[in-house]
């Protein structure tokens, strides 16, 4: 296969404000390199610093290096009517486009598309990521000609793995070729390297081939032993601790004997558990010893997915082997269950094979879950890496539908959402996030738990945060058209000739529906157009808007377009109903939907829904309205909903106390009947930590002293070198703090690990990890929570600026309204738990090491002693001058 492989660096990503700085095109015969042209190329512009770092390429370089004008010619004629190569062509094509070189015609392969079906379990699809994964990377990435013939190598890697594919795998291959020859980008591929094998394969064959490797639901029982008891505690410890190599918890045992007396005497507890004391373990022996022993479920909820797949994947099946060799033997059953929308559903996706025109996006779409759904275990979709268009399209293939558990539904019993709630009916544990938890809360005529009567979340922290996010109910015109439009596919796709009347009335409902919510998100962007935050909370104790709400003459008005658009949705709901019954289970959720965008409105715009929702208008980064509600006070929804429903429940978190008190957490999540618990710290801080603040520090809010700042910092990178993280507010603040630094830095090989330049938080983590020895993290405190970093690896925290609450945020404006004051009942609280967060993130071990430099000033505040109150006990304070504090760090007298 002859082709011409692509690269081109630019000045940054937007392809009609940004320009090209280098081009590279190499040419290739079977992967052997014939021909190249590269160049450098003058943007006619300054080099963006942050460019220059990462591509290495400067003012200096370009200075005589030619325009693109001048050697757009020359590229035409070298691609011809070439096969083009590239890694993720969207970019690419933009800026040729842009610069009038255009290759719509040229037959065109994306290795970035390709790696995303054919290497769908690797994290990151970055050129640099997927080389060092397949080979050992290479050299002097960000320059067109590396990139080019890593592009091209990539390539012949990928298509050697299509070439040895197993059986099943190139059925798939073939039923696409079938099937979309002309529309998919990777026919070609076949047709030149497994020509010889090509058969054109049924959809048929490829369906009964899904279900038979989708095995049917096999139901699952809790475990029984009455017998059970917890009285080798100890032994089950010191095995823990002996086959997992770790160091000895004593708080650990507290901990289980606190879960134990809890669920067998029907208690709330509230437990700070300090870090890395295995809380899950704490935890999972005596949620699985009561399990057993009564016949009842435990329901464990985490704040975040990861931490739900960890104890699933790794802590679970680690206490399960201990336990089989313990003379008691202690078996259980235990499940994952996740939110619908996590699930593939095998109807629609059949759906979606057969009834789509498919274009090349939604091609790879359907080849990527084929292929995955060979190989998946776990069912879930998050397995895959999903991007752009996609995110749209899960929808079309995912479990909200209310048809996937219907018993009309013939592969019901191979759904992934039906296996799923039924092992978390009939398990002895059951683990759950907040999210679902919460949403399960709100959806009772579809609830996919089971009812909980014995619950243990841990990172309980987050619950208000959880139940906020989890309860967020959003509103835009574009899901208004999105679910009206696929509505017109659905009942298009029914229509005969003789329905074409039907087909027009529902077309006059749809556009008449349509104006109308443009009516009101004209009235909404006119509300907030000109406010500094493009935000505004609707909360009703904000008079001053409510009033501004009330004068408008418009706003009468935009009440009677909502009640005229609320009686013609429920029309037309009607008229779908009565008019289109035989479709009417098929588009159901669609109208569903309808009805909650709906409701959304009407809680925004209407009064008397104040006391219970914080209602908020903002316009996001493409300019478009939005529109939301949560809930104002979540303490009574957790009283209501959940406290009082439970015989047992179990909160914990390293993070709960503000000072010594609980009141804080206890106010905010309603935990008036809860018993509390603090576990001491195995740790010994006044060897192990260090709290720096300068004693001649800077004013970070003043332009010429955050320079000063950031000297400092840089100074102290270069003594330690490496294993730094330095955490920050917000991009920009990182933008200016890097662009000072790097230069210097640079010189010296440390390796800056940015956030805002191009990495996810995973890469960041990683490429951290796998080079600490010469790697600086920057990063924004919105990423810190979930990372675990032990041993080594980090020894230096920069903390920037006290993680308060942004005071501009509409939830946090509304909720500060219910405090007498708002700053030390609420804003200052959080903040703590935030900070005391970052603190426990750090020591892992018994034998890590860090210091915390603190930059920001307010440490001379009243509210400091309550701070510091919060620290862990014989924690060192030190306030030098940052002369001092350099000279003792080179001495590594610190």
Not at 652 to 668: G, M, P, Q, V, W
Request: charged share 25%; glycine share 0%.
């Amino acid at each position: 296969m002859k082709f011409v492989a692509i690269d081109l660096e630019t000045t940054w990503l937007n392809k009609d404000n940004d320009a090209i700085i280098e081009v590279a095109l190499l040419k290739y015969d079977d992967f052997k390199l014939t021909d190249e042209f590269c160049s450098l190329v003058n943007p006619g512009f300054s080099i963006p610093e942050e460019v220059s770092y990462i591509t290495w390429i400067t003012d200096d370089d370009v200075e005589n290096s030619p325009t693109f004008i001048s050697l757009r010619e020359k590229i035409r004629e070298f691609i011809g009517d070439s096969i083009v190569v590239w890694h993720n062509v969207s970019f690419d094509i933009g800026f040729l486009k842009t610069y009038w070189v255009d290759l719509t015609y040229n037959y065109s392969i994306d290795t970035f598309e390709l790696s995303q079906i054919l290497l769908y379990e690797e994290k990151s699809l970055s050129l640099t990521s997927l080389c060092k994964s397949l080979w050992a990377g290479f050299e002097d990435a960000h320059r067109a000609r590396n990139d080019v013939v890593a592009t091209a190598k990539l390539l012949e890697m990928l298509v050697w793995i299509l070439c040895n594919l197993d059986e099943s795998r190139k059925k798939i291959l073939y039923f696409i070729y079938s099937l979309y020859k002309e529309k998919w980008s990777f026919s070609i591929i076949l047709e030149e390297y497994l020509w010889e094998n090509l058969n054109f394969i049924e959809t048929e064959i490829i369906e009964d081939m899904i279900i038979n490797r989708i095995w049917k639901y096999k139901k699952q029982e809790l475990i029984v032993d009455a017998d059970i008891r917890l009285n080798a505690l100890d032994t089950l410890s010191d095995n823990i601790k002996n086959q997992e190599n770790i160091e000895e918890r004593i708080e650990q045992k507290k901990m289980i004997e606190i879960i134990d007396w809890s669920f067998k005497d029907k208690k709330l507890s509230l437990i700070e558990a300090p870090t890395w004391i295995w809380k899950t373990f704490a935890y999972l022996i005596p949620a699985i010893i009561h399990s057993v022993k009564t016949w009842t479920q435990v329901v464990i909820s985490t704040n975040t997915k990861w931490l739900q797949d960890q104890i699933i994947y790794k802590d679970i099946p680690k206490l399960k082997l201990i336990l089989s060799e313990h003379p008691e033997t202690v078996d259980f059953t235990y499940s994952k269950v996740k939110w619908r929308n996590n699930y593939l559903s095998i109807l629609k996706f059949f759906e979606f094979i057969h009834n789509h025109e498919k274009w090349n996006e939604e091609i790879i779409f359907i080849w990527k879950i084929l292929f995955w759904l060979m190989k998946t275990e776990t069912w879930e979709l998050d397995e895959m890496n999903f991007f752009w268009k996609e995110f749209v399209l899960l929808k079309e293939v995912n479990s909200w539908d209310k048809r996937v558990l219907s018993s009309t539904n013939p592969f019901k019993n191979n759904e992934f959402l039906f296996k799923a709630r039924n092992n978390g009916k009939n398990s002895n544990i059951v683990v759950v996030n907040h999210s679902l938890l919460f949403q399960d809360l709100e959806n009772v005529s579809s609830m996919i738990l089971p009812k909980i009567k014995n619950l243990i979340i841990d990172e309980a922290h987050n619950l208000e945060a959880s139940v906020t996010d989890s309860l967020k109910k959003h509103c835009s015109i574009a899901q208004f058209e999105t679910n009206l439009f696929i509505l017109e596919a659905i009942l298009k796709q029914k229509s005969k000739s003789a329905e074409s009347i039907k087909i027009e009335k529902f077309y006059e409902m749809k556009e008449w529906i349509i104006m109308h919510v443009w009516i009101i998100f004209d009235f909404l962007e006119s509300y907030v157009e000109g406010k500094k935050d493009q935000s505004r909370d609707f909360d009703s104790r904000d008079f001053l808007i409510w009033s501004d709400l009330y004068k408008n003459e418009s706003f009468w008005n935009i009440l009677n377009i909502l009640n005229s658009l609320e009686w013609k949705i429920h029309f037309l709901l009607d008229y779908l109903y009565t008019v289109w019954d035989e479709t009417f289970e098929k588009i159901e959720w669609y109208l569903k939907e309808l009805e909650e965008l709906l409701s959304v409105l009407k809680n925004i715009l209407k009064s008397e829904s104040d006391s219970k929702f914080i209602k908020v208008v903002y316009k996001d980064n493409k300019n478009w309205i939005w529109i939301y509600h949560t809930l104002l006070n979540v303490w009574s929804y957790l009283s209501e909903n959940l406290w009082s429903k439970l015989d047992s429940a179990v909160l914990t978190s390293a993070t709960l106390k503000i000072s010594t008190s609980f009141d804080f957490i206890i106010n905010t999540l309603w935990l008036k009947d809860f018993n509390t618990f603090v576990l001491e710290s195995d740790f010994d801080y006044s060897k192990q930590a260090l709290i720096y603040i300068p004693s001649d520090i800077w004013d970070i809010r003043k332009n010429n002293e955050r320079k000063r700042i950031n000297e400092f910092i840089k100074d102290v990178i270069c003594i330690v070198w490496w294993r730094t993280l330095w955490l920050f507010t917000s991009f920009s603040t990182i933008k200016e703090a890097f662009l000072q630094i790097f230069p210097e830095l640079k010189k010296l090989w440390i390796n800056l690990l940015v956030q805002w330049l191009w990495w996810w938080k995973y890469k960041l983590l990683e490429n951290f990890k796998s080079s600490s020895s010469n790697s600086v993290l920057f990063w924004t405190d919105s990423f810190w929570e979930w990372v675990d970093i032990p041993g080594s690896d980090l020894e230096v925290l920069i903390i920037y600026k006290f993680p308060f609450m942004v005071p501009s945020d509409p939830i946090f404006q509304a909720r500060s309204t219910l405090y007498n004051d708002s700053f030390y009942e609420y804003s200052l609280p959080n903040m703590i738990l935030k900070f005391k967060q970052w603190l426990g993130r750090l020591i892992r071990t018994k034998t890590d090491k860090w210091i915390i430099i603190i930059l920001d000033k307010r440490i001379d505040t009243s509210w400091w002693n309550i701070v510091k109150e919060s620290f862990p006990e014989w924690i060192k304070i030190k306030s030098w001058k940052t002369s001092l504090f350099l000279n003792l760090l080179k001495s590594k007298y610190l």
